[in-house]
C-alpha cells in the first residue's frame, strides 16, 4: 500500500450510491490511491451469469437480481484479499441483509450527489435497467427520495459534485482517513 491511510484500513471500503454518482470510477482511483485491488460487484454479478445486468433483471426481474447480487457481495467479503475497494450497484445498500453484511464487514462510503449531476451522468447510457425507456429525471427524484434515508446509515457520506475525479477521491481519502482515526480512537477508549 502506498499512503499513510492505508495503515489506519482493516477492512474491505464498499462504495454505495445511486447510479452516476462515481462508485466505479472514485472506488477504482481509491483502490490505485491506496494499492489494492478494486472489485464492480456488477461486473462480478455479469460474470457469474454470463449476461449483462440489464438482461438479468429483463430475464429475472429485480428480486432474483438482488438475490444474487447479495451472494456475490458475500463472497466478495469473503474472498481475499482482506483489502480491497467494492464498487457496488445502486440498489445493493438498499437490501437489509446487503446492508447489514457490510456495515459490518467493511468500511461504507457513501457518494452523495445532486439530482442534476446525477441526471448529467447516466444520460445516453443503456447499463441502467431502471433509466432504459424512461424519464430519467423522474426515476432519480424518486430514487433520491426513496434511498437516500437509507444511504445515511453508511459510515461515511462524501458529498460528489461536478469536479475532477482528483478532487471527489480527495475528499474521499480524507473522510475515510478522518474515519478510521475516531474509530482508531474509540477502540482506545479515547474521547473525542
Not at 105 to 114: E, F, G, H, P, S
Not at 120 to 141: E, G, H
Not at 156 to 178: F, H, M, N, Y
Amino acid at each position: 500500500m502506498s499512503d499513510q491511510i492505508s495503515d489506519l484500513i482493516d477492512r474491505p471500503i464498499v462504495m454505495v450510491g445511486l447510479m452516476g454518482a462515481g462508485k466505479t470510477s472514485v472506488g477504482r482511483a481509491l483502490a490505485r490511491r491506496l494499492g489494492i485491488p478494486f472489485v464492480d460487484s456488477d461486473k462480478e454479478i455479469e460474470a457469474a451469469a454470463g449476461c449483462s445486468v440489464v438482461d438479468i433483471f429483463a430475464m429475472y426481474g429485480e428480486a432474483e437480481f438482488r438475490r444474487v447480487e447479495q451472494r456475490v457481495i458475500a463472497r466478495l467479503l469473503d474472498t481475499p484479499p482482506a483489502l480491497k475497494v467494492i464498487s457496488t450497484g445502486e440498489g445493493a445498500f438498499i437490501t437489509p441483509a446487503v446492508r447489514e453484511m457490510v456495515l459490518g464487514r467493511a468500511i461504507t462510503v457513501w457518494l452523495r450527489a445532486d439530482l442534476d449531476l446525477l441526471v448529467k451522468r447516466t444520460n445516453f447510457r443503456d447499463t441502467r435497467p431502471q433509466l432504459l425507456n424512461a424519464d430519467s429525471r423522474k426515476i432519480l427524484k424518486q430514487l433520491i427520495d426513496e434511498r437516500y434515508g437509507i444511504y445515511v446509515m453508511a459510515d461515511i457520506t462524501v458529498q460528489t459534485k461536478d469536479e475532477s475525479l482528483r478532487k471527489t477521491l480527495g475528499k474521499v481519502v480524507a473522510a475515510i482517513e478522518d474515519f478510521t482515526n475516531k474509530t482508531k480512537r474509540k477502540k482506545n477508549g479515547k474521547k473525542e
